[in-house]
C-alpha cells in the first residue's frame, strides 16, 4: 500500500497521529478492563466459597495495584501504533490494528487468569 505522501497527502503530524491513537485505544480500554474484571470474577465464582474468605482488605489492595498495572501496561500499545502510523504503512496499520488490541487482551486475560489463581489460592500473598 502506498504512503500518504506518495498519493500527494502531506504526511500526518504527530499531533494528527496521537489524537489518532488516543481515539483508537481509549474508545477501546473499558472493554479490555471488562475482559479482565470478568477473568477475576470467574475465578471468583467458581472458587465460591472458599474465595469469599480470600477478599480481606489486604488481596483487594493487591487487585487494585494489579489493575493499576493492567492500565499501565495497556498504554504500551501507544508508541508501537504511533511507530507504525510514521512508518508511512498509516492505512494499512489503521485497518489492522485490531489484531495487537487482540493479542494484548489474550496476553493480559492469561497473566490475570495466573495471578487471580495465585492470590485466591494464597500462594501470592500481600
Not at 46 to 55: E, K, M
Not at 56 to 63: E, G, M, T, Y
Not at 92 to 116: D, P, S
Request: contains cysteine; aromatic residues 16%.
Amino acid at each position: 500500500m502506498a504512503s500518504d505522501a506518495s498519493q500527494g497527502h502531506a504526511p500526518a503530524g504527530f499531533g494528527e497521529l496521537a489524537a489518532d491513537a488516543i481515539r483508537y485505544w481509549e474508545l477501546r480500554r473499558a472493554l479490555y478492563n471488562v475482559v479482565l474484571l470478568n477473568v477475576v470474577c470467574v475465578h471468583y465464582v467458581l472458587g465460591w466459597p472458599a474465595s469469599r474468605t480470600d477478599l480481606a482488605r489486604d488481596p483487594l489492595f493487591v487487585f487494585f495495584i494489579l489493575a493499576v498495572f493492567a492500565n499501565i501496561a495497556y498504554c504500551a500499545a501507544y508508541p508501537v501504533d504511533l511507530f507504525v502510523q510514521f512508518s508511512g504503512l498509516r492505512e494499512t496499520w489503521r485497518r489492522q490494528r485490531w489484531i495487537l488490541f487482540l493479542v494484548g487482551t489474550t496476553f493480559a486475560a492469561v497473566l490475570a487468569h495466573f495471578f487471580t489463581l495465585g492470590i485466591l489460592s494464597g500462594t501470592i500473598t500481600p
